[in-house]
Nanobody
Framework: QVQLVESGGGLVQPGGSLRLSCVVSGSIFSIYFMGWYRQVPGAQRELVAR???????NTMAALKGRFTISRDSAKNTVYLQMNSLNPEDTAVYYCKVNARATHSSHSSDYWGQGTQVTVSS
């Protein structure tokens, strides 16, 4: 079993910053990638950024320069640093990993419960 616990969401004023964290725990054999997605009501969940085991990073083009993903492999933790936040960034942010559990022969996607980020004055 693989568990993801997110933290760091909340209310922030426009122009402010937040740092999200996601700790992955459980019976993990390997992690292929770790990432962040976001979703607003009525819309599909979209990729914000993800980082692969070889440190390759994919970031939504519109967020480059403001959002930065990083990870601490020793702690199985992925971070999302969000700067210059604006109201359009308001969403539920979800952590996702693609990992192989120790009892499995293949990798699977695992999701966190989501953390609300609200940008408002």
């Amino acid at each position: 079993q693989v568990q993801l616990v997110e933290s760091g969401g909340g209310l922030v004023q426009p122009g402010g910053s937040l740092r999200l964290s996601c700790v992955v725990s459980g019976s993990i054999f390997s992690i292929y990638f770790m990432g962040w997605y976001r979703q607003v009501p009525g819309a599909q969940r979209e990729l914000v950024a993800r980082i692969f085991s070889d440190d390759t990073i994919n970031t939504m083009a519109a967020l480059k320069g403001r959002f930065t993903i990083s990870r601490d492999s020793a702690k199985n933790t992925v971070y999302l640093q969000m700067n210059s936040l604006n109201p359009e960034d308001t969403a539920v942010y979800y952590c996702k990993v693609n990992a192989r559990a120790t009892h499995s022969s293949h990798s699977s996607d695992y999701w966190g419960q989501g953390t609300q980020v609200t940008v408002s004055s």
